[in-house]
């Protein structure tokens, strides 16, 4: 008889309701026997783990204790049973042995945040390639692999090295991702690597929490209905615990949190300004630019465009940090996609305030009260063909709000401080209209 997999907890809130604060309080009181791995975005997410939980002795690994390597100082680590706060980039790097002693070590892990679980995969490590370049050379070795015997790949995608077929040392690297059975190739196109998922099964950790909101829509939600990993949601409120404001977080089912989140959201609808000027917002609004090219300002929209087109994005953002935000920098803070940056970017419009579309678990921007968000977010969609290979489907605009919200929560909104955002992609406007509307 198969035993039935143990489910994993997602603490499922909204950014600034205590999910963190509660989860630390819950290691405090734990049986010091059950060991913690803490896995956060940031360093400095790290050292506040030690330090909220003195009596754990969290430690962080390093590469000085690692004679040059985190991943071994690790080794060292789990092989003593300590308890462990470490970065999402170096848990994504466990190999099997680090997988073995977890498994002995009686451990629980913590995300705090979801995983880039399902990624690009990029065999060349040339920086002087780009995206499109990548993608088109590993497409062709795929097929010369195919066509040589070294490789099969099965209906989901996922890729086999052949038996006895010894590799070039081209392709060791990508031989050893295939052989711990992490590499899938979409649509005879893309190349992806995918987070080992045996690490959530039932033999690994003793529970598992994940801290983050909205998880259904995010990718890791839909990896897991991939391999066919249950997980159930609860959730964290936060209530003044006193005049002194001492706050009280308190762990509750789905449904009780819901009741908070809807008033939450009731709040925050006087907090949030959003920027109506038919002008500025015509960038992003088909009836006025009517180009053919797809979603306006989505990434294919933004890799078509003229740089005349790309100055007219410049020139609307601008105008949004002059007139509502009266010049005042250090109040702004912005985002595009990434490949583009350097045709947005301007003097005002500066790199030192722009914050990453993808930017989550950090309180670095929670003083900013003026926000451009120029994107339009849309799933890969290779990566879509890939999920639908096991009729796994995601919804494209409850994913783009799940991130967008993700972003403009790093802003002083989650102090309960109002703020000015542009959003000049209609789309990705009312999608955040209709959740402050409790239409989502």
């Known amino acids: 008889m198969t035993k039935k997999m143990k489910k994993v907890k997602v603490i499922d809130s909204m950014p600034s309701t205590g999910k963190t604060c509660w989860m630390l309080d819950h ?69 099997d042995e680090v997988i073995q002693l977890i498994s002995d070590g009686n451990y629980m892990l913590v995300l705090d945040e979801v995983m880039n679980v399902i990624t690009s995969l990029d065999i060349y490590k040339d920086d002087k390639l780009d995206n499109e370049t990548t993608e088109r050379i590993a497409a062709k070795d795929m097929k010369l692999l195919l066509e040589n015997g070294n490789i099969s790949i099965d209906a989901n995608c996922k890729v086999y090295w052949i038996e006895g077929k010894e590799p070039l040392w081209y392709y060791r690297t990508l031989k050893d991702y295939i052989d711990r059975e992490q590499v899938y190739f979409a649509s005879d196109t893309y190349l992806f690597w995918v987070f080992p998922h045996e690490i959530f099964g039932n033999k690994i950790f003793k529970e598992i929490y994940i801290l983050t909101y909205q998880f259904d829509y995010q990718i890791q939600s839909s990896y897991f209905k991939f391999f066919d990993i249950p997980y159930e949601k609860f959730g964290v409120t936060k209530t003044r615990k006193d005049r002194r404001c001492n706050w009280e977080f308190t762990f509750v089912s789905y449904a009780d949190y819901l009741e908070y989140d809807f008033a939450k959201r009731k709040e925050m609808k006087e907090l949030i300004n959003i920027c109506d000027s038919e002008r500025l917002n015509e960038i992003g609004t088909r009836d006025k630019l009517n180009n053919g090219k797809g979603e306006l300002l989505s990434k294919s929209d933004y890799d078509t465009r003229t740089p005349e087109e790309l100055k007219d994005v410049q020139r609307k953002a601008i105008s949004f940090f002059a007139r509502h935000l009266g010049n005042k920098s250090s109040a702004m803070m912005w985002t595009v996609f990434k490949a583009h940056l350097p045709s947005i970017t301007d003097k005002r419009l500066s790199k030192k305030h722009f914050v990453a579309l993808n930017a989550r678990a950090t309180n670095e921007y929670r003083d900013k009260s003026g926000l451009i968000y120029l994107v339009n977010r849309f799933v890969n969609p290779f990566m879509n063909n890939l999920l639908l290979k096991r009729d796994v489907r995601i919804d494209q605009d409850m994913y783009a709000l799940a991130e967008m919200l993700q972003w403009i929560f790093r802003s002083r909104l989650r102090n309960d401080e109002p703020i000015d955002i542009f959003i000049p992609s209609k789309r990705m406007r009312n999608l955040l209209i209709k959740w402050l509307e409790l239409e989502y």
Do not use: W, Y
Not at 40 to 57: D, G
Not at 81 to 93: G, K, P, Y
């Open 27 to 95: 290691i405090n009181e734990m049986d010091s026997d059950i060991k913690v791995i803490f896995i956060t975005p940031f360093i400095s997410e790290t050292e506040r783990v030690k330090e909220a939980c003195k009596q754990r002795r969290f430690k962080l690994p390093n590469t000085r204790s690692g004679r040059g390597s985190k991943l071994r100082n690790l080794k060292d680590l789990l092989r003593n049973r300590e308890n462990i706060a470490a970065t999402h980039a170096l848990f994504s790097n466990i190999d």
